[in-house]
């Protein structure tokens, strides 16, 4: 099944007309694109939308041997000519199928917001779901095969694939096209990099794909430390890695504070915040849950588990620093740092960077800023990759 991308922006287009934003004012070239529509194998379109006639040309297709039309916005659209000997676009009822004289097989899928998904199966078994902008999928039955293309709108709604892999629906081999894109993260590296967090790419419009045909799927890295100053966005970055995977156990170093009205409020933003498939569990005791099999872990955040561990060993006390507490606070730490070397799971964890040349006024304040810039750089050999967010941007350090 070959499978051409007419469009893969937001049903206003990239950049969308009259807006002065940053990401529209860099949406140029490769990284503009016009609202999404999919030709498949020249016979069956995905959305009509203004100028897809021109599109296919400038792609080398034709819209002349079109079949069908099928609609999945959750309205009809703004007003679109229908271009001459082209058939009326239709919509597919949710659960109702359609066959195509062609062999193709059309499966409307039941959405949890306005719109229509669409399973196509192509004359050889090929399967690719197509999702409308804003959707995700609703009531879904677990399968043994998964898709071997997906496209979805992945900035917009990234819980739609944790609900596609929960049910196995999409594996490590399906590949999976972002579109619908819009305004909301500037093209290019950020974009991509996004993207990759979840498993997913993006391509320019006019792109031919072949579904079945093996691509390369990003890379998820298996471990991640995120790093920053207070408020630089590090643990909506964390947050942000996982959002496209079902299950999550966030797990909470900071355990709660009676009293603290402040502190509170902190830890009820956070949990609004998280999907509401992911569970919390708060703990210092990290060694086992990474030795564990299970879903991915947010770890948030390793400053407060230093700030427990250091006060097991009685490590403000300069006497009993000197008599031990300096050895257990390294047992601890290396025990830490193994579990993370071991550990089988998907793993995102975020600290504080208190460095940057800042000599706190006190021993104490001292002790913590070193004992957890050791930590952060122990931890960091054992990921994949390492970011550091700064201004609510995030910079690769590695990986």
């Known amino acids: 099944m070959e499978l051409t991308l007419l469009g893969t922006g937001a049903p206003t287009g990239l950049p969308r ?26 016979t069956l379109l995905l959305d009509l939308t203004p100028g897809a006639a021109f599109a296919a040309a400038r792609s080398g297709h034709s819209l002349g041997g079109v079949r069908q039309v099928l609609l999945s916005h959750p309205h009809d659209g703004p007003p679109v000519e229908v271009p001459a000997g082209l058939v009326t676009p239709a919509r597919v009822p ?24 669409y399973e196509v199966t192509g004359p050889d078994g090929e399967r690719l779901l197509y999702l409308p902008p804003g959707g995700a999928p609703a009531g879904l039955a677990e399968t043994a095969r998964p898709y071997e293309m997906v496209l979805a709108d992945v900035m917009a709604r990234p819980d739609a694939l944790s609900r596609l892999r929960a049910v196995g629906a999409l594996g490590a081999t399906t590949d999976v096209i972002a579109v619908h894109i819009d305004h909301d993260v500037p093209p290019g590296p950020e974009l991509t990099r996004r993207l990759a967090a979840a498993g997913a790419r993006a391509v320019p419009d006019g792109t031919t794909l072949v ?36 299950g999550v156990l966030y797990v909470a170093t900071g355990g709660t504070r009676g009293g603290d009205t402040e502190w509170s409020q902190r830890v009820a933003l956070h949990r609004e915040r998280r999907p509401g498939s992911w569970s919390t569990v708060e703990t210092c005791d990290l060694v086992p849950l990474l030795a564990e099999d299970g879903p991915p872990l947010l770890i948030d955040c390793l400053s407060l588990w230093l700030t427990y561990a250091m006060d097991e060993v ?25 579990a993370v070397r071991n550990t089988r799971r998907t793993v995102v964890a975020v600290s504080n960077e208190v460095g940057s040349g800042v000599v706190p006024a006190t021993a104490s304040g001292r002790r913590y800023r070193d ?5 952060n750089a122990a931890f960091a050999a054992e990921c994949e990759h390492v970011l550091l967010v700064m201004a609510g941007q995030a910079l690769a350090l590695r990986g």
């Open 371 to 375: 004992e957890l810039g050791r930590l």
């Open 314 to 338: 009685g490590a403000w006390d300069d006497d009993a620093w000197a008599s031990g507490g300096e050895r257990a606070l390294r047992e601890r730490v290396s025990a830490l740092t193994e």
């Open 17 to 42: 007309p009259d807006c002065p934003c940053a990401a529209c004012a860099t949406a140029v070239g490769p990284g503009a694109r016009a609202a999404t529509a999919l030709l498949i194998d020249g």
């Open 211 to 246: 579904v079945g045909e093996y691509e390369e799927v990003p890379d998820v890295p298996r471990r991640t430390l995120v790093l920053g100053g207070a408020r630089s966005g590090k643990s909506v970055e964390a947050e942000r890695r996982l959002e496209a995977f079902p």
């Open 94 to 117: 949710d659960g109702g199928e359609l066959a195509l004289l062609t062999g193709h097989r059309v499966r409307a899928l039941p959405m949890d917001s306005p719109g229509t998904g």
